[in-house]
């Protein structure tokens, strides 16, 4: 029986209003809610409207709360500005949260700890404002938040100058290696901006909380806990595929997307490791020449493939390139599909990723190995964790004109589902797997910050 550490605190969770930020924080939520802790999720007026819940009792005892952010008729694509984002839904955002703590502080379930993503540190403001305890939650892997940590405080320069990259905990890195606002961040000013931020008030937070368990990158948390006293409290993923604690909780519950069902039955007809799976997530954007080298790599390879693009009249995918797919019988092309019933299909032997953290987490925590096409944001420190540290998938390259070209895809794939190589990965992706699980069972690292965590709250 689980541990039951709490019974009456009350946590209001705000997270970045994107599907892969809310996930992490809402799986965080359902472990709080298992061991006793009333828990609210505060969503955008926006994001309530759009996403497709399995079924309401998915959400399991979490209670949904709703913030504006300025933008309540179409969030972030009402704009399409992420600087005039910002700080319109700081504007609107701090009076609206403002609202919901006081309603909830005049029931009979006032908040004890308002639990952030990191990248809204005005929240934590707020709280302040209320004399709440205050924690900052990092979606990001734990080494990914130590390179911003080093640019912020002028630790690290960008433009970097001098290579390797050398920072305590970390691997030697290049480039290619690091996040891609340190690599150029005059690409992404806004977005570099949003990273640096966090680490503006962090001094104010009661607590860190990091979406990620403590074997997974042992060095860079004690590296970075002698700065900042930091839990890690993942993987973030729904219990079934680790310790089976939390109740009627399979998958990610939370889609932006309409999923499609044709894909499962398709799975199912499928030898076990025949299938190559292939998503970049709902916000990389490829070019037509990258996506014609993908589709006519994936078909190279001779295997079974299922391609999840979401919006494809928007992905740059060809109608003829599409009728290929289509016409060779070994492809799938889907809008969408709930990730973790693919990557937990015995079909599935390669996940072809762009190493966003969730997708990563998920491929680690279900022992799947990895083709990795980073694009930007934390992906190529994500990906370089995969190949040289995790050792569980292969990073592919570019060409002279940025180009992955159909040959290095086939090749990469080849390497992971029949070499030596890729047995190897295989069996490393099983040990991070059994490695994820101790983490949130009983007794485990991530199960015991979670009770340090929860602890705290008693305290305040």
Same mark, same amino acid.
């Given at each position: 029986?689980?541990?039951?550490?709490?019974g009456?605190?009350?946590? !209001?969770? $705000? *997270?970045?209003? %994107?599907?892969?930020?809310?996930? #992490?924080? +809402?799986?965080?939520?359902?472990?709080?809610c298992?061991?006793?802790?009333?828990?609210?999720?505060?969503?955008?007026?926006?994001?309530?409207?759009?996403?497709?819940?399995?079924?309401?009792?998915?959400?399991?005892?979490?209670?949904?709360?709703?913030?504006?952010?300025?933008?309540?008729?179409?969030?972030?694509?009402?704009?399409?500005?992420?600087?005039?984002?910002?700080?319109?839904?700081?504007?609107?955002?701090?009076?609206?949260?403002?609202?919901?703590?006081?309603?909830?502080?005049?029931?009979?379930?006032?908040?004890?700890?308002?639990?952030?993503?990191?990248?809204?540190?005005?929240?934590?403001?707020?709280?302040?404002?209320?004399?709440?305890?205050?924690?900052?939650?990092?979606?990001?892997?734990?080494?990914?938040?130590?390179?911003?940590?080093?640019?912020?405080?002028?630790l !690290?320069? $960008? *433009?970097?100058? %001098?290579?390797?990259?050398?920072? #305590?905990g +970390?691997p030697?890195?290049?480039?290619?290696?690091?996040?891609?606002?340190?690599?150029?961040?005059?690409?992404?000013?806004?977005?570099?901006?949003?990273?640096?931020?966090?680490?503006?008030?962090?001094?104010?937070?009661?607590?860190?909380l990091?979406?990620?368990?403590?074997?997974?990158?042992?060095?860079?948390?004690?590296?970075?806990?002698?700065?900042?006293?930091?839990?890690?409290?993942?993987?973030?993923?729904?219990?079934?595929?680790?310790?089976?604690?939390?109740p009627?909780?399979?998958?990610?519950?939370?889609?932006?997307?309409?999923?499609?069902?044709s894909?499962?039955?398709?799975?199912?007809?499928?030898?076990?490791?025949?299938?190559?799976?292939?998503?970049?997530?709902?916000?990389?954007?490829?070019?037509s020449?990258?996506?014609?080298?993908?589709?006519?790599?994936?078909?190279?390879?001779?295997?079974?493939?299922?391609?999840?693009?979401?919006?494809?009249?928007?992905?740059?995918?060809?109608?003829?390139?599409?009728?290929?797919?289509?016409?060779?019988?070994?492809?799938?092309?889907?809008?969408?599909?709930?990730?973790?019933?693919?990557?937990?299909?015995k079909?599935?032997?390669?996940?072809?990723?762009?190493?966003?953290?969730?997708?990563?987490?998920?491929?680690?925590?279900?022992?799947?190995?990895?083709?990795?096409?980073?694009?930007?944001?934390?992906?190529?420190?994500?990906?370089?964790?995969?190949?040289?540290?995790?050792?569980?998938?292969?990073?592919?390259?570019?060409?002279?004109?940025?180009?992955?070209?159909?040959?290095?895809?086939?090749?990469?794939?080849?390497?992971?589902?029949?070499?030596?190589?890729?047995?190897?990965?295989?069996?490393?992706?099983?040990?991070?797997?059994?490695?994820a699980?101790?983490?949130?069972?009983?007794?485990?690292?991530?199960?015991?910050?979670?009770?340090?965590?929860?602890?705290n709250?008693?305290?305040?």
């Amino acid at each position: 029986m689980e541990e039951k550490v709490s019974g009456c605190s009350h946590v !209001l969770m $705000v *997270p970045y209003p %994107s599907q892969g930020h809310i996930n #992490p924080m +809402l799986q965080f939520s359902k472990r709080l809610c298992s061991k006793g802790v009333r828990v609210t999720m505060v969503t955008t007026i926006f994001i309530s409207k759009s996403m497709h819940l399995q079924s309401s009792s998915s959400l399991g005892t979490v209670q949904l709360d709703f913030i504006s952010d300025g933008y309540d008729q179409g969030g972030f694509n009402q704009v399409g500005c992420v600087k005039t984002y910002l700080s319109r839904m700081q504007e609107v955002g701090s009076n609206s949260l403002r609202e919901i703590i006081n309603k909830h502080n005049s029931s009979h379930h006032p908040i004890d700890c308002v639990v952030y993503d990191a990248f809204l540190i005005w929240v934590l403001d707020v709280a302040k404002e209320f004399g709440l305890l205050g924690a900052a939650f990092f979606t990001q892997l734990c080494a990914v938040n130590y390179i911003y940590y080093h640019v912020y405080h002028g630790l !690290l320069k $960008v *433009p970097v100058s %001098s290579l390797p990259i050398s920072i #305590p905990g +970390l691997p030697l890195l290049d480039l290619k290696d690091t996040p891609a606002f340190v690599y150029e961040p005059s690409f992404y000013p806004a977005y570099f901006d949003l990273v640096m931020n966090q680490f503006s008030n962090i001094h104010k937070a009661d607590m860190l909380l990091v979406n990620s368990f403590y074997k997974l990158e042992d060095q860079v948390v004690d590296s970075m806990s002698k700065i900042y006293p930091l839990l890690t409290i993942g993987p973030t993923v729904p219990s079934f595929h680790l310790d089976k604690v939390v109740p009627n909780d399979r998958d990610n519950v939370l889609n932006l997307f309409q999923s499609d069902s044709s894909a499962v039955g398709w799975l199912k007809q499928k030898p076990a490791g025949s299938v190559i799976y292939i998503s970049f997530g709902s916000m990389v954007c490829l070019s037509s020449q990258q996506m014609d080298e993908i589709a006519l790599g994936l078909m190279g390879t001779g295997f079974n493939f299922l391609w999840v693009i979401p919006n494809l009249e928007s992905k740059n995918l060809s109608e003829e390139m599409g009728k290929e797919v289509n016409a060779c019988g070994r492809g799938l092309i889907v809008n969408w599909i709930p990730q973790l019933e693919v990557l937990s299909n015995k079909a599935v032997g390669c996940f072809f990723t762009h190493c966003g953290w969730n997708s990563t987490l998920e491929a680690l925590c279900l022992g799947v190995p990895m083709v990795a096409l980073p694009q930007w944001t934390d992906q190529p420190t994500n990906a370089k964790f995969v190949e040289d540290v995790w050792k569980v998938g292969i990073r592919v390259n570019e060409n002279e004109n940025g180009i992955v070209t159909r040959e290095e895809i086939e090749n990469c794939i080849r390497v992971v589902m029949e070499k030596d190589l890729g047995k190897e990965m295989r069996i490393n992706a099983m040990k991070w797997k059994e490695l994820a699980v101790e983490a949130v069972s009983q007794g485990g690292t991530s199960d015991h910050n979670i009770n340090e965590f929860i602890k705290n709250l008693k305290k305040s």
